[in-house]
């Protein structure tokens, strides 16, 4: 991936696609991803795939057991690899 991507990019769509559905937007909390979107920064620094650092940290965030469904992730990857969804 050519495109650096920074924790507040990261947040900013988890926030628009809102995968968790956390209702963020409808309560305007702008901030609900962003220690998400610093956790995915830095695995992206470590070698992690987009998609794999997004599945780890919301793993870690929202389930005691498991991983969430990826496939509700897919629009967040597309969206901030610059591809339509």
């Known amino acids: ?4 991507l920074k924790a507040e990019m990261i947040s900013r769509a988890l926030f628009e696609f809102d995968p968790m559905n956390t209702c963020c937007k409808e309560n305007d909390c702008f901030d609900e991803y962003y220690r998400i979107g610093e956790g995915v920064e830095g695995r992206l620094r470590q070698g992690f795939s987009l998609k794999q650092a997004l599945v780890l940290e919301l ?14 992730l897919d629009p967040v990857v597309a969206h901030l690899e610059g591809r339509d969804h």
């Open 1 to 4: 991936m050519s495109i650096v």
């Open 59 to 72: 793993a870690e965030s929202f389930f005691d057991d498991g991983a969430p469904h990826t496939d509700c």
